[in-house]
């Protein structure tokens, strides 16, 4: 090692440890979105077919709302807000129940990226009545 190099690792380190660690940040804030993407998804499921189980439409909002509580909550997604839209149809045997979830995500802590602090995600799910069910 001459003596001009002296240092030059340390350099090195000092300009590189900022860029590993906007790396890693970026790398939990793709898995964060996706695990909550992915758990919108199966609570907006969740969801819809509790409410194809009730009779009346305020037994089936109830339920979707129960069910999307527990789901979120098992899953350990802590949205800002969440809102549940739901579609009965009637609830007779055969229709089809619509939910729409929505789900505002905190991503405060990983304000080092210049995100904004939350980030909406949604989906959509239905599900069937089941056609040979009995009605009251």
């Known amino acids: 090692m001459t003596g001009g ?14 860029l590993l660690i906007a790396l890693v940040l970026l790398i939990v804030l793709a898995g964060r979105l996706a695990s909550a993407d992915l758990t919108v998804t199966a609570t907006a499921h969740a969801a819809a077919r509790a409410a194809t189980l009730e009779r009346t439409p305020a ?16 899953h350990d997604l ?12 009637g609830l007779e045997p055969g ?11 905190d991503l405060g802590d990983l304000s080092g990226l210049g995100v904004p602090g939350t980030h909406t995600v949604w989906a959509d799910s239905s599900a069937v009545v089941d056609l040979y069910r009995g009605t009251p």
């Open 59 to 74: 037994a089936a909002e109830a339920a979707a709302q129960r069910a999307a509580a527990n789901n979120l909550r098992t």
């Open 95 to 105: 229709a089809t129940v619509r939910v729409r979830l929505t789900c505002r995500v």
């Open 78 to 89: 802590s949205c800002a807000a969440h809102s549940l839209r739901l579609d009965t149809g």
């Open 5 to 18: 190099d002296k240092g030059a690792a340390a350099v090195e380190a000092a300009l590189l440890t900022p």
